[in-house]
């Protein structure tokens, strides 16, 4: 599968091209996000694998805000151990997924690696990469699977919650006042 989706962010105002390319050996992940925020514009490109379970073993994000220009590499065993920017951090043990809130594919990442059933909920730790505020820290979330379209979002302790919509590959396609899609199509980029 391959596939290129067009997100449209409402809170932060944004357009997101993202590639999604999933093969038998995991997926990658590739977008591009511009946007503008307090006054500023930027820009943020990020690329993520998982192996075939979901499981995130390698990201990038370079961002332009602010007048500044950030790169940030994890990389990871895919049994939550975590290399940054080629340095071991045991502060991340444990997260199997990152969270990039300037963007709603970061929410597949938990929703495709949990496999939760209807009605079942799941307790996970993430890589928060909050590039505009330049925090990143282990945060703990919670997702509830409501149907196989619907996943309630939780951030633990409860700060923030939210029902997102997915499709049928547990693509986002609508995140109550944060982000809409606007397209999405079936490519075959080389």
């Known amino acids: 599968m391959q596939i290129n989706l067009l997100w449209t962010g409402r809170e932060y105002y944004s ?3 993202c590639l999604v390319k999933v093969e038998g050996i995991g997926s990658e992940i590739t977008s591009t996000i511009i946007g503008f925020y307090q006054q500023k514009i930027y820009k943020v490109e990020y690329r993520i694998i998982t192996n075939p ?5 390698f990201f990038e994000i370079i961002s332009h805000h602010n007048n500044l220009t950030q790169l940030i590499r994890f990389e990871s ?10 340095r071991k951090n045991d502060q991340f043990n444990g997260c199997f997924d990152v969270d990039i809130p300037l963007t709603p594919f970061t929410n597949t990442l ?6 939760l059933g209807e009605h079942q909920a799941q307790k996970i730790q993430v890589i928060y990469c909050d590039i505009l505020e330049q925090q ?8 509830t699977c409501i149907s196989n379209t619907k996943y309630h979002y939780e951030n633990v302790p409860n700060d923030f919650e939210a029902t997102i919509e997915v499709d ?23």
Do not use: C
């Open 110 to 115: 938990p929703i495709r690696r949990l496999k």
């Open 77 to 86: 065993d895919g049994k939550g151990n975590w290399k940054e920017n080629g």
């Open 15 to 17: 357009l997101e091209n």
């Open 136 to 143: 990143i820290k282990p945060v703990h979330q919670k997702y």
């Open 168 to 190: 049928q590959a547990g693509l986002v396609t609508d995140y109550p006042s944060l982000f809409v899609r606007t397209a999405a199509l079936n490519t075959n980029y080389r």
């Open 53 to 57: 379970n979901w499981e995130t073993v």
